[in-house]
């Protein structure tokens, strides 16, 4: 969601500041602008639409600078126009953007206008502006401005901004909302996630939670949230820069689910030990508390909360562990019981999920034992604020529907349910040696790709569908249902399979395709008596069956067999069938596969 690019350099920074919208234009937005500070000149650029039409429109206005901002919007506050895209400006003097929501804006705005401030768009960020442009009247410095002004905004952001008055300087706040300061010799940015900066640097710093920081050519002071100057870590990125390329591929997002087999085995690597999980993986002291843990609680978002669900069963059946999942937007706003010894799990594909992170603050207010995170990226707010971190290295996800991420998040928890069994003297080397060929068995089930793609064709016409599972499978099938809405835009429901019959089946006709996850376990027998119901009712059913399972294709049934596997890993390769055949409709749909419309990859406000 939203990204931010900044730079204060000898050098224009134009190409700098475009380069590295282009790079966060996964993260999803809707307009962009750039505003650029060189002799005293502050000038503002934007445009609706695609960073492209903003590089045009900025070669056209033949501006530039040695310190500029630039950002991405997804909108929040107001339409998608270019009053309301970024960077604002007050007064011709001072030029800021912002990622998150000012939660109190409407009543900082009123105070504003009695003040004498003309407001041009409908976001809160315009209101930040102003008032640290109000704010900077009463202060000797820009940066004591802002230490007052955030003194006095609710909600999340993070926040990045200049004055023309004194151009070699760039000040930043983060609440909320992730930055990250790149470092580089005579020159210096910001940005919002250090693919951003990686064509210029390697060495960053991550902003830590109340952060105010000022950035010159030369120098990088940081103050934390009670005005106290403090050192934050230099971190050496191994990231590869062309990790965001297609390479042969049509979209990012069929690049990641045929990434899918080499991410398991990076995920992999390293931290299986013969027929035991190697129980460093997930950090130091996480021996010590696995043998405590009677319980676990689960709190994520979106496709990650999908993993969760599978982990329940996991965790329940293998480890000897009662488990809740919860989406982690509900779980901040109830009363909720705390288990005895029990460890809270986030998972995260950024580390930076907004509703994730507050749960996590406020679950360590609540008297857990542990908290442990599943994420993709070092560093991240999930990763420094939990006492155990386990890394998936997926590898850059650029496509906004998660793929190879959710994979590798499934592995992550199969391993965490492992070691927590290990640690309870149960063993586990069933599970690791299905684990170890999980790699090889993805590779097979991808050969399944040009079947789907011929079977898409017949959701061309299609405007709903439901999607079912039974046991381990029913949050399969609610993930498959998730990747069809998000990027073909065919409302797509989930279900488990027993529920039919109070319900759903109201619902079935000949116009509303039924996908059916099928492996070869002891629910299946019950899932056959499911089918039939859909098949007595006249629904046309699309089932992706174990090969051994004995479905047959006829007039109202399409059955993609699938090669057999253990049922522990089940669930992570039937993930991939749904993957292709939302992909596939999609590209039939002619939607925007990678950026599909409304929707952003990193989701940092509430």
């Known amino acids: 969601m939203c990204g931010i690019v900044g730079a204060v350099a000898e050098r224009p920074v134009n190409k700098i500041l475009i380069e590295g919208l282009k790079r966060l234009e996964y993260r999803g937005y809707d307009s962009a602008g750039v505003a650029l500070c060189e002799g005293g000149a502050l000038n503002s650029v934007k445009a609706v639409g695609k960073v492209v039409n903003l590089e045009s429109a900025l070669e056209n206005a033949e501006v530039k600078g040695t310190t500029g901002i630039a950002h991405t919007r997804w909108a929040t506050h107001g339409g998608v126009t270019e009053a309301n895209a970024h960077p604002h400006i007050s007064n011709s003097e001072i030029a800021l953007v912002h990622n998150g929501i000012i939660e109190n804006h409407e009543g900082l705005r009123r105070a504003l206008k009695e003040d004498g401030y003309e407001f041009l768009s409908d976001t809160d960020t315009e ?246 995170t599943i994420c993709n990226v070092p560093g991240s707010s999930l990763v420094r604020e939990s006492d155990l971190a386990f890394m998936t290295k997926a590898g850059a996800e650029i496509g906004v529907a998660s793929t190879k991420a959710f994979t590798t998040q499934l592995v992550g928890l199969l391993m965490l349910t492992a070691s927590i069994a290990q640690e309870k003297g149960r063993d586990q080397s069933a599970i690791v040696n299905a684990i170890k060929t999980l790699p090889t068995k993805l590779e097979e089930t991808l050969t399944m790709a040009d079947g789907i793609e011929l079977l898409a064709e017949e959701f061309a016409d299609k405007h709903h569908s439901l999607f079912l599972g039974r046991g381990s499978q029913y949050p399969i099938a609610m993930e498959g249902a998730l990747k069809l809405k998000e990027i073909s835009y065919i409302h797509a429901e989930a279900y488990a399979a027993g529920e039919l019959k109070h319900g759903p089946l109201a619902l079935i006709d000949a116009d509303m395709p039924i996908i059916v996850v099928a492996p070869n376990n002891e629910l299946l027998e019950k899932l056959k008596s499911n089918v039939e119901e859909v098949r007595a009712r006249g629904g046309i059913i699309y089932v992706f069956a174990d090969k051994d399972s004995n479905f047959a294709s006829d007039d109202t049934m399409r059955v993609m067999n699938v090669n057999h596997v253990e049922n522990i890993i089940a669930p992570v390769v039937y993930t991939i069938p749904l993957q292709l055949l939302s992909y596939y409709v999609a590209v039939i749909k002619g939607t925007d596969v990678d950026q599909p419309r409304n929707l952003a990859k990193s989701v940092t406000v509430e």
């Open 127 to 372: 209101v930040m502006v102003h008032l640290i442009h109000q704010l900077r009247q009463q202060h000797t410095t820009l940066l004591a401005a802002v230490q007052a002004a955030v003194k006095q905004l609710e909600g999340a952001y993070g926040t990045v901004l200049f004055d023309k008055a004194n151009q070699d300087e760039i000040i930043v706040a983060r609440s909320g909302s992730p930055l990250v300061i790149g470092l580089g010799l005579g020159e210096n940015f910001i940005a919002s996630d250090q693919l951003a900066l990686l064509p210029v640097t390697r060495s960053f710093i991550f902003l830590e939670e109340g952060d105010v920081a000022r950035i010159t050519r030369e120098t990088v002071e940081i103050f934390d949230i009670n005005g106290n100057p403090v050192e934050r870590e230099v971190v050496e990125s191994n990231i590869t820069q062309d990790a965001s390329g297609k390479g042969e591929y049509r979209h990012y997002m069929l690049k990641e689910i045929y990434e899918q087999p080499m991410a398991v085995r990076n995920t992999l690597e390293g931290r299986l030990d013969n027929d035991r999980v190697s129980i460093d993986a997930f950090g130091d002291k996480a021996n010590e508390i696995f043998k405590d843990v009677k319980h676990v609680q689960i709190i994520a978002c979106g496709t990650s909360y999908h993993s969760g669900m599978v982990a329940r069963y996991w965790l329940e059946q293998f480890a000897g562990v009662s488990c809740n999942v919860e989406i982690a937007s509900e779980f901040r706003y109830r009363d909720s019981f705390v288990h005895e010894n029990s460890l809270l799990v986030t998972i995260s594909q950024s580390g930076e999920t907004a509703d994730t992170l507050a749960a996590l603050r406020l679950a360590k207010e609540q008297g857990y034992m542990a908290s442990m």
